[in-house]
C-alpha cells in the first residue's frame, strides 16, 4: 500500500484523523475505566464493611454478601476442596461443620483488599479457638466476582490442613 503526500495539505489532515481518532478511543476508553473505578470502589467498599461488621462480632456475614445461588469454589488437594453451588450449600458444607466445632466464630483481620471493576480480593487472617481449647488459625485468599453489591462466584484459596485437623479433632456435638 502506498501513500501519497500532497501539496494541498494531505498530510496534515491525515494526522488531524489520527490524532483526533486516537483521543476519542483514549477517550472512550477512559469513561469505561473510570465507571469500573466506580464499580470497583463501590464492591470494595461492600466487601469491607461486611469484613468490618463480621470483625465486629456481627454473624451476618454471609448472608450479607453472597448471591442465594452463589458459587463457591474451595481450591486445594484435599476432600474439603471442592464447589458449592447456592449459599445454602456453602453454609451446611462448609461453615457449618467448622464453626460448629468452635468456641466462638472467627475474628478475620484483613490484610490487603484489592478491587477491580467486578471483582474483589480479599486477602485476611482468621483466629478462633476450637471447642478442645486448641487455637484455630488460618490465612486466605477470596476472589469474588460482584453483581449487585453481593458476591455471585467466589474462588477461596486457605490452608485446608488446619481446617481439616479442626473437623478430624473435633466433634461437631462437642
Aim: net charge positive.
Amino acid at each position: 500500500m502506498k501513500f501519497f503526500r500532497s501539496d494541498s495539505g494531505g498530510s496534515s489532515r491525515w494526522a488531524a484523523a489520527w490524532v483526533l481518532m486516537a483521543a476519542l478511543v483514549w477517550s472512550a476508553s477512559s469513561a469505561r475505566a473510570d465507571s469500573g473505578s466506580a464499580q470497583a470502589q463501590a464492591n470494595k467498599e461492600a466487601v469491607n464493611k461486611a469484613f468490618a461488621a463480621w470483625a465486629a462480632g456481627g454473624r451476618t456475614f454471609f448472608d450479607d454478601m453472597l448471591a442465594p445461588n452463589v458459587v463457591w469454589t474451595i481450591k486445594g488437594s484435599s476432600p474439603t476442596a471442592r464447589v458449592l453451588r447456592g449459599k445454602q450449600e456453602l453454609i451446611d458444607g462448609a461453615v457449618t461443620p467448622l464453626s460448629t466445632r468452635l468456641q466462638r466464630q472467627i475474628r478475620p483481620t484483613i490484610r490487603n483488599l484489592w478491587a477491580d471493576g467486578d471483582h474483589v480480593i480479599i486477602e485476611w487472617d482468621g483466629e478462633a479457638v476450637a471447642k478442645d481449647g486448641k487455637p484455630y488459625r488460618n490465612s486466605y485468599l477470596w476472589i469474588f466476582r460482584m453483581q449487585g453489591g453481593r458476591a455471585i462466584e467466589v474462588t477461596a484459596y486457605l490452608d485446608l490442613a488446619p481446617y481439616d485437623d479442626v473437623l478430624r479433632r473435633v466433634p461437631a456435638s462437642q
